[in-house]
């Protein structure tokens, strides 16, 4: 049951309960980070092994968003609380924030106050919150005609003794009435009919946007969940050299979301792989249309420029690539290769001997630029770097075929 609150001498500042904020920053990080992680508890199933992976995996990406959600909300909800100033009140009226103007209480014609249940489960707060509607009487500047104007305070933004308080403290001064009711709907016989119509409006506004944001969702995480799916399930058919999956996996990855250009790039790929040069420059083309900065797309590229004999195209995409990144060993292997093509067997040396330092516990890099020794002629070292490749991974496949072909080499010399 409220009371009617002690009467006011001077001014009060009522400014927004850091508690009640820390709570709904706390309950809808809860709320976001589950409806974030949807998408990719979907999405990394084919490339995780079991299922204590896949938990610990989820976990891990769950605690993340949380813990960003709600740190940047606390701190977007403190600079609020510090721009808004709070809710000023006085024996003349209310102000409502910082910049508003005071709303007398004779202006005050009107009041509604509901509930808030889907709100308050939504965002996992321990009470149902409240909405408090205060009506102020302004006359409308163009037709001199009197209009309501309403105020809206949510009760989040307090704890429940401060915004009941407020509520009996509001009602009492405006309309010399405290209702014993957590819900309530208090005006004048003139405005009933406004109040009425504006009361239906609002439920069906609230209801639309209700369902257009259910489906923007339903849609969204749907859209994000299968686009992850294929696109890791493509990744896992590219590793195991099954490239015709890869193929279907990434073609549909790229249906689902035709600027992914990561798809694209993992598209061409795998149909380079399986020798089909059109294809894969007509997708790694696409990728770049789409991420114009997409080194691995270049790098691409620049193999089919050289299997062409286009060296200067070529040349130009790895110089390109190299300002991008720096430190991308890909782009230093094939800048190596394009040496050699060349017959610049000094500058491929000296990109090769980049590459051991700096890709010294990279498998792949070391292996493919073993390959690299060897059609450069430099066998011995090849076979060392090759060594060096399977003692960090002895199921390398990339090392192992070449030391399969360097023996067959050997055993037939």
């Given at each position: 049951m409220m009371s009617s609150p002690p009467a006011l001498t001077g001014l009060y500042l009522l400014r927004p309960n850091t508690g009640a904020m820390r709570k709904l920053a706390l309950g809808s990080a809860t709320t976001i980070a589950t409806l974030m992680c949807i998408p990719d508890a979907v999405g990394i199933?084919?490339?995780?092994?079991?299922?204590?992976?896949?938990?610990?995996?989820?976990?891990?990406l769950w605690l993340s968003a949380f813990i960003l959600w709600a740190f940047g909300f606390i701190a977007t909800l403190y600079f609020a609380r510090f721009a808004g100033g709070g809710i000023l009140i006085s024996a003349k009226g209310i102000k409502f924030s910082r910049f508003g103007k005071v709303v007398e209480w004779k202006n005050i014609k009107a009041l509604t106050l509901d509930t808030q249940p889907l709100f308050s489960l939504a965002f996992g707060l321990a009470g149902t919150a409240r909405r408090l509607l205060v009506f102020e009487e302004k006359s409308d500047?163009?037709?001199?005609?009197?209009?309501?104007?309403?105020?809206?305070?949510?009760?989040?933004?307090?704890?429940p003794e401060e915004f009941t308080s407020l509520f009996a403290y509001i009602c009492d001064n405006a309309?010399?009435?405290?209702?014993?009711?957590?819900?309530?709907y208090i005006f004048q016989q003139e405005q009933s009919q406004f109040l009425r119509s504006s009361g239906k409006r609002a439920a069906t506004l609230r209801k639309v946007l209700s369902v257009?944001?259910?489906i923007g969702l339903v849609?969204?995480?749907g859209r994000k969940a299968s686009l992850n799916y294929f696109f890791n399930q493509g990744t896992v058919s590219f590793r195991h050299e099954n490239y015709a999956a890869a193929i279907k996996d990434f073609q549909t990855a790229t249906k689902i979301d035709q600027t992914f250009a990561a798809a694209w790039d993992q598209l061409a790929r795998s149909e380079f792989r399986r020798g089909d040069?059109?294809?894969?420059?007509?997708?790694?083309?696409?990728?770049?249309?789409?991420?114009?900065?997409?080194?691995?797309a270049k790098v691409g590229l620049?193999?089919?420029?050289?299997?062409?004999?286009?060296?200067?195209?070529?040349?130009?995409?790895?110089?390109?690539?190299a300002q991008l990144a720096p430190h991308n060993f890909a782009v230093y292997l094939n800048q190596a290769?394009?040496?050699?093509?060349?017959?610049?067997?000094?500058?491929?040396?000296?990109?090769?001997?980049?590459?051991?330092?700096e890709a010294s516990n990279d498998p792949d890099s070391l292996a493919k630029a073993a390959r690299i020794y060897d059609e450069i002629g430099d066998r011995a070292v090849a076979l060392v770097v090759l060594k060096q490749a399977l003692n960090i991974a002895p199921q390398n496949r990339i090392a192992l075929s070449l030391m399969a072909q360097l023996k067959n080499e050997r055993g037939a010399q």
């Open positions: 199933i084919p490339v995780v092994p079991d299922p204590l992976a896949w938990c610990i995996r989820i976990t891990g500047k163009a037709s001199g005609k009197k209009k309501l104007v309403p105020h809206p305070v949510p009760s989040f933004q307090f704890s309309l010399h009435f405290v209702p014993h009711s957590t819900e309530a257009i944001i259910a849609l969204f995480l040069s059109l294809k894969a420059e007509q997708h790694w083309q696409r990728a770049l249309q789409m991420k114009p900065d997409l080194v691995e620049s193999n089919i420029l050289m299997s062409r004999g286009e060296y200067k195209q070529a040349e130009s995409l790895l110089e390109q690539c290769v394009l040496y050699q093509k060349l017959g610049q067997i000094d500058n491929s040396r000296e990109l090769l001997s980049t590459v051991l330092h």
